[in-house]
């Protein structure tokens, strides 16, 4: 049944993120514009000569005691950093939005806001603590509950409307803003805070995606990436060897376009049109004919056509079938020779997890604002695959108006969204 609102209709109006790449958003960018790489050795904790892995995404320390929301009790109970990380960026998304959420809005205001992984760091810190014969730490569980990431976004910022946490791997940031929108179409808000975090780098966590030969294992001295963390991240490429796991978050405000116009928010894009469906095949593998018809779905609520996209953002995570099954798809949609040019985020930062996909969809409206296509770095042409434009290396000033943005997860859990500034 369609839902009574128009495809133009649904906005966003705010948004911020952190990334390895930086704390604040304007900062972020340059970095992405310039290609810079935010993938090092890793520091969270002390790899030995076993573990597998030793390249990572780390986000620089935020100094959270300079924000309000801070206080010395709370961190010490809310020591999972998807918690405050979270929270700052909701909070900031709110002011980028211009949007204050008081008694008179508080109930119409909804969130979607969750994780991939969640505070498993705070499970593992109680299993250590268990074995060693102390007590978990008291707020062991809300550090580690899923949900308890929009939870404190919600008590953070007043927001009393529809609160759920929806999971989508990799794909849960564009999940949480397609469930936003449909949120907003039935009626239920006005607006919502949408979003996803995750601080994956754990030693367990990266050793397991190791051995399931996801991750970028330790380079060996023939590998580019050897004497040269960032090169380990390296999407498209014919010696692409796995995915960087990183750390993020992102949240977006998403309302309707007469709801920012009576209330003077500004509209920072425009959220066309959503595909969202599943594998059913695989529990890691994407499948071709499902992530097509996905990308079709996303193209066709927008009310376009393929030739109406001028740009793709790819999930490109640098995973070998991964990569190869997308361009696949894209090159079935839109054709061998169009040159439709394709960035790949990951290849700078790394994939962070279920906050991938919100953080991409931030870069790609700023790209259209700006005229601006962010580069895959590290990008070395695999003759195995079809001829692509995967903007080498360095940005391109590039006018543009709708992107695709693609995103995969573990589970065969697909989300494609169209974007536009109007």
Known sequence: MALPISHRDIVIVGYDMVSPLGQDLQSQWRAFEAGESGVDHVRRYDPQEADPVCVAGEVPAVDFSIYDFWNERDAA???????????????????????????????RVGITFSSAIGGLDAMIRAESAVNAGRSPHPFTNPNGCLNLVGGKVSILTGAKGPIFSPVAACATGAASVACAAMLIAAGQ?????????????????????????????RAKPTDRAFNKPAAASRPFSTDRKGFVVSEGAAALIVTRRDYAEKYHLPIRGVLRGVGMNADAKHFVAPDLSTITVCIRQAIRDAELTPDDIDVVNAHAASTSVGDATEIKALVEI??????????????????????????ELILALEGIKRDTLLPTI????????PTIDPVPD?????????????????????????????
């Open 334 to 359: 839109f054709g061998r020779d169009r040159g439709l040019p394709i960035s790949a985020n990951k290849s700078q930062i790394g994939h962070t997890m279920g906050a991938s996909s919100a953080i």
């Open 394 to 422: 360095v940005s391109r000033s590039f006018g543009h108006a709708t992107v695709l943005s693609n995103s995969f997860g573990f589970g065969g859990c697909n989300v494609c969204l169209v974007v536009s500034l109007e």
């Open 189 to 217: 808000v006005d607006a919502v805070i949408a979003g996803a975090c995750d601080f994956p780098v754990i030693r367990s966590l990266l050793s397991s995606f190791a051995s399931m030969n996801g991750a970028f294992k």
């Open 77 to 107: 109970n809310w020591f999972s950093p998807v918690i405050f990380h979270a929270m700052l960026v909701a909070a900031r998304a709110l002011t980028h939005a211009g949007l204050t959420i008081d008694a008179a809005n508080a109930h």
């Open 378 to 385: 590290n990008y070395v042409p695999d003759d195995r695959l």
